[in-house]
């Protein structure tokens, strides 16, 4: 298998659902009409956040604001989107995990270094590579599948627009994964016969769970709870 397989396969999925590394800016601290719920850590954070002024900003800065707000975030103590630890310095994403540009840049050295593993057999890698690959699926598809439930659950005692994107959102990520991970194994394998017998496929049949029609039709045209938001506000009067 391609040496750079292992981060080729992995960084997708994983940065799929992690676009918290993107929330920077302006801040505004909001009890309803969140974009994200965040919870403070002092451990085991997603986001380390500094505080700043001024206008320019890069990842892992905020600044707090009452208007004109790049996103709007809700503290929590459960059911976070992830989690965030103020610093006053090395601000950016925790947990090892980067913005998609740090993950591409990983990949391009994980390229250049590739000679360094001399000695493994492109079959070994064909085996590695489906395993972990599938290994790192596996794990995705039952997160997405936990969130898709905990939201439908929630859109039985109230049926709001936003439970209805994260009900959508959560079953079309792990439906995705189910339908594309023996692909994306296989297209990257140095064996063009090589078929990853991966089984992870999820119990979710229909991404739109009990949702109304209503609903369904915002949520095709709008794709995300936020940019729904934006339409509202562009259309407001």
Not at 31 to 47: C, F, H, P, Q
Not at 133 to 152: P, V, W
Request: with cysteine.
């Amino acid at each position: 298998m391609k040496k750079l397989f292992l981060v080729l396969l992995i960084a997708p999925m994983i940065s799929f659902g992690q676009n918290y590394c993107n929330v920077f800016g302006k801040i505004s601290f909001v009890s309803i009409g969140e974009d994200y719920k965040i919870k403070y850590v002092s451990v085991g954070e997603d986001l380390e956040v500094k505080f700043v002024s001024g206008n320019n900003f890069k990842e892992g800065q905020w600044r707090e604001t009452s208007v004109g707000a790049d996103f709007k975030v809700k503290v929590v103590t459960v059911g976070e989107d992830f989690k965030v630890k103020r610093v006053t310095v090395g601000e950016g994403c925790g947990g090892g995990i980067k913005s998609n540009v740090d993950l591409f840049e990983a990949s391009k050295n994980a390229y250049s270094n590739q000679n360094i593993l001399g000695g493994v057999s492109d079959d070994s890698y064909d085996e590695l590579g489906d395993a972990v690959g599938q290994l790192a699926a596996k794990i995705l598809i039952k997160k997405a599948e936990k969130k898709h439930f905990k939201y439908l659950k929630e859109y039985k005692k109230d049926p709001s627009l936003e439970n209805a994107f994260e009900i959508e959102k959560a079953g079309r990520k792990a439906i995705y994964l189910t339908e594309n991970t023996a692909k994306l194994i296989n297209s990257s394998s140095n064996d063009k016969n090589f078929k990853s017998n991966f089984k992870g496929a999820t119990s979710i049949k229909d991404k739109w769970g009990e949702i109304s029609q209503e609903h369904k039709l915002i949520i095709t045209e709008h794709k995300t709870f936020k940019k729904y938001k934006k339409y509202l506000k562009k259309n407001k009067n």
